[in-house]
């Protein structure tokens, strides 16, 4: 039996949700690792249960500290939206004026090829 054949079933050992065959459990008895790593999972799992119980209580102020802290991002986030929305319009504006000038251009031009000559 290997370590890496062992190592998954391992968590699941220590919370009890497995029992290991005989083989691998003679395997964890043996070996110095799997019983190292066997202790850390069952640490993790006391510590984890020992938290369930604590409650923390924020700071005073923290609440009010946090929804200001979003409500300025929001804000922020609302002025490079606008900012975003104008510079599209004013490109929009510029590339329509652009267009219409170069239709203008190529009228007065087309007109005054067809114009006849008053010299003759």
């Given at each position: 039996m290997r370590c890496d054949e062992v190592a998954p079933l391992l968590p699941a050992m220590s919370d009890g949700t497995v029992?290991?065959?005989?083989?691998?459990?003679?395997?964890?008895?043996?070996?110095?690792?799997?019983?190292?790593?066997?202790?850390?999972?069952?640490?993790?799992?006391?510590?984890?249960?020992?938290?369930?119980?604590?409650?923390?209580?924020?700071?005073?102020?923290?609440?009010?500290?946090?929804?200001?802290?979003?409500?300025?991002?929001?804000?922020?986030?609302?002025?490079?939206?606008?900012?975003?929305?104008?510079?599209?319009?004013?490109?929009?504006?510029?590339?329509?004026?652009?267009?219409?000038?170069?239709?203008?251009?190529?009228?007065?031009?087309?007109?005054?090829?067809?114009?006849?000559?008053?010299?003759?």
């Amino acid at each position: 039996m290997r370590c890496d054949e062992v190592a998954p079933l391992l968590p699941a050992m220590s919370d009890g949700t497995v029992v290991l065959p005989s083989d691998m459990a003679a395997h964890v008895e043996h070996c110095l690792r799997c019983q190292a790593e066997l202790v850390q999972h069952r640490r993790v799992l006391r510590t984890l249960r020992s938290l369930r119980a604590e409650v923390l209580e924020p700071a005073p102020g923290m609440l009010t500290d946090v929804l200001a802290a979003v409500e300025e991002v929001g804000e922020r986030h609302a002025v490079r939206s606008l900012l975003r929305r104008r510079r599209v319009a004013y490109g929009a504006g510029v590339a329509a004026a652009t267009v219409a000038g170069v239709i203008g251009a190529v009228v007065i031009n087309s007109r005054s090829r067809r114009s006849p000559s008053l010299a003759g």
